[in-house]
């Protein structure tokens, strides 16, 4: 295994040139270092087309909330514990990236996959699944026609799916399988999940005590 002053130099400027090619070197000499797990992402976020964004950034907001933050240098953490990462990999325009990906991950430190694609033919989280077997990989359907091919894995091939668009909860079992290991995640699930009821408890005694009429105008309606 090599070290952190022999890995190439991957930052460059957003403008300059990059092949699918230089982005898998990157993760294979990343997958080659020595690390201290507590310095790498837990969690990788990946989608077929940055087209897709907009639907997978329920996924960092879910994240954000939990007290992760978004790792964009491999070898230069944020003061965070619990960190991310985000790549675009199109399992038909760029099947050797989602390969690398998939097979780097374990490697490179990642706990937990969480991969987004839209379309009918949805492949990129059923093939990084089986690819990075046995990390676990959540799958989110970006469109309603996105849904049979994500979660279409025959047996002895799985892969956890949550409903069209619904990236945020992705993000929270994710958690939740980190949170196994790491008592202060289940911690803050726990605070997450007790502001949610508590939420519903005041909406609950506002709407009975204020009237419909009453709530609504509180509300801005």
């Known amino acids: 295994m090599g070290d952190e002053t022999t890995m190439t ?7 300059a040139d990059v092949t699918v090619q230089d982005l898998i070197d990157r993760l294979h ?3 080659g270092l020595e690390f201290s797990t507590a310095n790498t992402p837990e969690v990788g976020i990946i989608m077929g087309s940055d087209s897709d ?21 491999f070898q230069d953490p944020p003061e965070a514990r619990f960190t991310y990462e985000t ?7 760029t099947p050797e990236l ?39 990989v959540i799958g989110v359907p970006v469109q309603e026609k996105s849904v049979d091919s994500v979660i279409g894995m025959p ?3 799985p892969i956890v799916a949550v409903d069209a ?20 995640l289940r911690d803050r699930l726990h605070e997450y999940h007790d502001a949610l009821v508590s939420d519903v408890a005041r909406d609950s005694r506002d709407l009975h005590d204020r009237g419909v009429a009453g709530y609504r105008e509180r509300r801005g309606e």
């Open 165 to 184: 668009g619904k990236s945020f909860n992705a993000a929270l079992s994710a958690v939740q399988i980190l949170g196994r290991e790491h008592v202060e």
């Open 98 to 136: 989602m390969y690398a990906y998939g097979e780097t991950a374990a490697d490179r430190g990642l706990d937990v996959v969480i991969a987004g694609a839209g379309g009918k033919s949805a492949d990129l989280p059923n093939m990084t699944a089986s690819i990075a077997y046995p990390l676990p």
């Open 53 to 73: 964004l907009d639907t997978m950034a329920g996924a960092h907001d879910a994240l954000d909330r939990l007290g992760f933050e978004e790792q964009t240098d």
């Open 29 to 31: 000499d990343e997958a």
């Open 155 to 157: 047996t002895g091939a």
């Open 9 to 15: 130099d991957y930052t460059t400027d957003g403008d």
């Open 87 to 93: 790549y675009v990999v199109s399992a038909h325009r």
